[in-house]
């Protein structure tokens, strides 16, 4: 059990938007700001989104996130077949005094 | 370029220990924190164990409390991870990760990480 909970799937199409949801607690989300990785297959996790909303250098503007008291989000525009990716929320959580993930998001593209 | 090399993953047995390294290049690696994610089979991520650039200042993930040590030689830019009294949970792809600054503090991030090394504890 995460203490961070997505959804274990999600689908698009190649130029849809999809869109990934992260939802926490007070002791998480609702405290400090939420990080975002992206896990290709056979490979290590590669931050996509810190600080709630920004975006790394090399990472296109495709990507965009946003959160809100308890839940966070990550947006997808312009799906490409290489999105296919397990995605991952993070926040640290007073209550276990670390960082934690979600339990990732696999995203399939159609 | 930001490089780090896990290595010293291998199959041990319940109860036996093993010492994981991650050597790192590309940056002035005592000015930053590190960390130690794992990955069980087909599963999630979970953080493990972080040192504070300087090495003076440790955390660990209540499960491995007591059993693991994170420790950081500066002078060879390379961090280690000991693990004794392994049990079959602890079986996964181990992650060392650079965080942004010298301290590891709650809002900050993991970035990069290195390719993983492979524990796997079993009889």
């Known amino acids: 059990q995460s203490f961070l909970t997505q959804p274990p799937s999600a689908s698009g199409t190649p130029g849809q938007r999809v869109t990934i949801s992260c939802s926490g607690s007070g002791s998480n989300l609702g405290s400090l700001a939420v990080n975002w990785y992206r896990q290709l297959p056979g490979t290590a996790p590669q931050l996509l989104i810190y600080s709630d909303t920004q975006r790394p250098s090399g990472v296109p503007d495709r990507f965009s996130a946003s959160k809100s008291g308890t839940s966070a989000s990550l947006a997808i525009s312009g799906l490409q077949s290489e999105d296919e990716a397990t995605y991952f929320c993070a926040a640290w959580d007073d209550s276990l005094n670390g960082r934690v993930f979600g339990g990732g998001t696999k995203l399939t593209v159609l | 370029e930001v490089q780090l090399l896990e290595s010293g993953g291998d199959l041990v047995q319940p109860g036996g220990s093993l010492r994981l390294s991650c050597a790192a290049s590309?940056?002035?690696?005592?000015?930053?924190?590190m960390s130690w994610v794992r990955q069980a089979p087909g599963k999630g991520l979970e953080w493990v164990s972080a040192i504070s650039g300087g090495g003076s200042n440790t955390y660990y993930t209540d499960s491995v409390k007591g059993r693991f040590t994170i420790s950081r030689d500066n002078s060879k830019n390379t961090l280690y991870l000991q693990m004794n009294s392994l049990r079959a949970e602890d079986t996964g792809i181990y992650y060392c990760?650079?965080?942004?600054?010298?301290?590891?503090?709650?809002?900050?991030?993991?970035?990069?990480w290195g390719q993983g090394t492979l524990v796997t504890v079993s009889s």
């Open positions: 590309g940056f002035t690696f005592s000015s930053y924190a």
């Open positions: 990760a650079k965080d942004p600054i010298y301290d590891w503090l709650p809002g900050n991030w993991f970035d990069p």
